[in-house]
């Protein structure tokens, strides 16, 4: 490749800056780009090579060496490989066209990233976009133990905990849910309240979508909020018209006050079945204790067994009583008589017949032998029979307690919804938000644009 000066066309209107002699310097900024001529073969069109001055080039006589920053011209006329410094005009009015391309790519990126969304969403929310009327309700559930202390801290916000917490939870999802949109359907058609004609096509449900979709719909229009620490529910319902932002807020709130109604009657209808599940279970219990008794009785023919086991043993203790005294007359009347006489024999026989009969009466009480179970075991057994009747007549008395106890409670609300806050009608249209929503477009794409910007520049030098 060869390297000739700059040809630039003779003009007798244009002057011309003085040529420097041969031998003298001329200053070049140090750093700066040298356009240089360059054609590949004779009589080629010339262009231009930028080179930094202070930079040695292989060869190139006249070009300024490694630590040189004056480039030398070489002496007399034309010649290959020379250098031509360029003034700072030529050289501004280069890199304006070079950079022309980037900067008119740039601003036509910006137009079609930033400009277009911004007039768009402008023109949209100018010209298309539809009212909507919103309305707000506060509520709270409540219990029948609350009292007017914690009422007065639930409107004020300063109660320490919220009361009935679970059902307020189970509300604020209620209001979420499906099951409240087919109510509401079967009750007002909400679906067409949301669906009418007037309204632009960006804002209004589509009727024919199925049901999940427009349950996202309808959750992006109606919401609410609970407060754990007041316990308050705040509710806000958006629609078309001020009547039916007023009409939708008060359905939810009634359908809400059922929920918490049908809440509290399952919980009462829970305690009186649980009270009556155990008062049948200590019935059976007491009935079981109580038949137990009565075949014991039959089975020892008797219906006390206590008074029956208590004069066999009284009998006992006066046969005891009886053979002590005969045996006491034996010795004294041998001391007086002999053995042979008739009154000895006949004590003798008293004698022999009140051990038989003791003897019997204490197998009777204590056991007989092979196994059968005497008055004694069978006493022991009615005694814990005794016992365990007992136990079910006061289990069962506690479960008819209790059963009056969750009867008395089932008469009374344990959980309503109380509202504080009711739907009003509103008077303007509150969304939506036009200035605020295209200048958070305007926002969006200006920082969209400028990290792209930052991205492909970063590309570009790293490239270079």
Not at 206 to 213: I, N, V, W
């Amino acid at each position: 490749m060869a390297i000739k000066e700059f040809d630039r066309p003779e003009d007798p209107q244009r002057s011309h800056p003085p040529v420097a002699p041969a031998d003298a310097a001329v200053p070049v900024r140090s750093g700066a780009e040298l356009p240089l001529a360059v054609e590949e073969e004779e009589g080629a069109e010339p262009k231009r090579l930028p080179r930094r001055a202070g930079q040695g080039g292989k060869g190139g006589r006249g070009l300024p060496g490694a630590g040189g920053g004056n480039v030398r011209p070489f002496p007399g006329g034309k010649r290959r490989g020379a250098v031509q410094p360029v003034s700072d005009a030529d050289y501004k009015k280069m890199m304006q066209r070079a950079r022309a391309p980037i900067r008119r790519a740039a601003i036509a990126s910006f137009a079609l990233v930033v400009l277009l969304p911004t007039l768009l969403t402008g023109l949209y929310y100018a010209f298309i976009a539809s009212d909507q009327y919103s309305v707000s309700a506060k509520f709270a559930v409540r219990g029948s133990d609350a009292g007017m202390g914690d009422l007065t801290g639930m409107l004020l916000g300063a109660s320490g905990s919220a009361p009935n917490a679970g059902d307020s939870y189970i509300v604020q999802e209620f209001i979420s849910s499906r099951d409240l949109i087919d109510r509401l359907e079967d009750r007002t058609q909400i679906v067409e309240r949301y669906a009418r004609s007037g309204v632009d096509f960006l804002s209004r449900a589509d009727p024919a979508d199925p049901r999940e979709d427009f349950l996202d719909y309808w959750r992006s229009m109606v919401t609410a909020e609970f407060d754990s620490f007041s316990g308050i529910i705040t509710m806000q319902v958006k629609a078309f018209t001020p009547q039916d932002a007023r009409d939708i807020a008060a359905l939810v709130i009634d359908e809400s006050s059922s929920l918490v109604n049908r809440l509290s009657e399952q919980a009462r209808q829970d305690t009186l079945a649980l009270a009556r599940r155990e008062v049948a279970f200590a019935e059976d219990r007491l009935r079981e204790a109580r038949t137990a008794v009565s075949a014991f009785s039959d089975s020892v023919s008797t219906v006390d067994f206590q008074a029956t086991a208590s004069a066999q043993q009284e009998t006992v203790s006066k046969l005891e009583g009886q053979l002590v005294n005969a045996r006491a007359e034996l010795e004294q009347l041998l001391s007086l008589v002999s053995n042979e006489a008739p009154s000895v024999r006949v004590l003798k026989t008293r004698i022999a017949a009140l051990e038989s009969q003791l003897a019997s009466q204490k197998l009777l009480v204590g056991g007989v032998e092979g196994g059968a179970i005497g008055m004694t075991g069978q006493l022991e057994q009615y005694q814990g029979l005794r016992t365990e009747v007992e136990f079910a007549e006061r289990a069962y008395i506690s479960a008819l307690s209790a059963l009056d106890i969750a009867r008395a409670e089932s008469k009374k609300t344990h959980r309503y919804l109380a509202t504080f806050v009711n739907p009003t009608l509103p008077t303007s249209a509150e969304y939506p938000l036009r200035l605020i929503n295209t200048l958070l477009v305007l926002v969006v794409a200006a920082v969209a644009w400028a990290i792209g910007a930052l991205v492909i520049a970063a590309i570009r030098d790293h490239a270079a």
